[in-house]
Each structure stands twice: as C-alpha cells, then as structure tokens.
C-alpha cells in the first residue's frame, strides 16, 4: 500500500534550518508530482511547496519563497524541503502529499517548531 513517511522536523531557533524528509513507497515515485503542506493550529492546510514527477517544475508558496527549496531523488524515493531563515510563524506540522491516480495520500506528518 501506499506510504508516506516524514522525518525531520524539531524544535529550531529563529533563523535557523531543517531538511524534512517524505520517504515514500507503494506507488512509482516517479510517475507522481509531490507536494509539501503544513499546518498551524487553528488554521487551515496550507500548500508550500510542489515539485513535478522528474523535479524540473517546482512552485512555493509566497511565504516561503526564496526561503524554501523543495527537491526529490527518485532512486531514493523520498522528497525533500530544506527550510532556512525560519521564522515563529513556520511553527506547523508539515506533511507530504501525493496524488496517485485518483487518490490523494498524506504522511502522518512532522512538527516544525521556531522558538528561541
């Protein structure tokens, strides 16, 4: 079956980094675009980034742009979003996505946390 597995996430100080990791299995990676989300509490589910099936196309949101860069190794299976300059308001559970055929899957998700 499908799987979807995050890792990375933890407590960070301002300005600093984090690579989360999506690894993923039961599908062919490398037929499916990725996408990375997260969320906040008491807010909705926000897509950050997205990256096409062989990486050349790749789309953040405006919050994080030019902070973020989202990237996958096929051969690995696994998606990639690396995270500088991070700030509180990135503090979120990030999750990774992918579309297979006509049905969406999520990983059980990785807490980021900013704070000093």
């Known amino acids: 079956q499908v799987q979807l597995v995050e890792s990375g996430g933890g407590l960070v100080q301002p300005r600093g980094s984090l690579r989360l990791s999506c690894a993923a299995s039961?599908?062919?990676?490398?037929?499916?675009?990725m996408r990375w989300y997260r969320q906040a509490p008491g807010k909705e589910r926000e897509l950050v980034a997205d990256?096409?099936?062989?990486?050349?196309?790749?789309n953040y949101a405006d919050s994080v742009k030019g902070r973020a860069t989202i990237s996958r190794d096929n051969a690995k299976k696994t998606v990639y979003l690396q995270m500088n300059s991070l700030k509180p308001e990135d503090t979120a559970v990030y999750y990774c996505?992918?579309?297979?055929?006509?049905?969406?899957?999520w990983g059980q998700g990785t807490q980021v946390t900013v704070s000093s």
């Open positions: 039961g599908f062919t990676f490398s037929n499916s675009a």
């Open positions: 990256i096409s099936r062989l990486g050349g196309r790749r």
């Open positions: 996505y992918a579309a297979v055929g006509l049905s969406a899957y």
